[in-house]
């Protein structure tokens, strides 16, 4: 990533873990108890990537570009907007990141069958 121009070394184009805090007091008790049991939570952790899952597909991140206004203003801010602007209730919400824990394992399982085949 040192080849790219200083102006881009900051954005990241895909939502991280690590901006999982700055989202705690944007919804009700439910969501900030979600935000509070993920926020310790090691980036690797199978619910933290669930919920990193959910947030790029909640916000679109995937076809996000470095030169786009949304990269420009930074994955927090388009994270903080995504929330804010979800027209759902938190049970929604909720009920978005429990079907990104189950993509989660189902890639996990399927990731050890496919080395179980290969050993």
Known sequence: MNDLPQVYRKYDLL???SL???LRNLRGDEWAR???????LPE????????SVM???LGGCLPCEMDSYR?????AVCARQTILSFKGNDKQLLKRYEKAQSFV???QNSDQQQ???VA
Do not use: E, K, S, V
């Not at 979600?34 to 310790?40: K, N, S, T, V, W």
């Not at 690797?44 to 919920?51: C, E, G, R």
């Not at 990269?71 to 994955?75: D, E, K, N, V």
């Open 15 to 17: 939502f991280t873990p």
């Open 20 to 22: 999982i805090p700055q």
């Open 34 to 40: 979600l935000i509070d049991y993920l926020a310790p």
């Open 44 to 51: 690797t952790h199978p619910d933290a990537i669930a919920f």
């Open 55 to 57: 947030m790029i597909n």
């Open 71 to 75: 990269a420009q203003r930074g994955c």
């Open 105 to 107: 394992a189902d890639q």
């Open 115 to 117: 080395l179980r085949r």
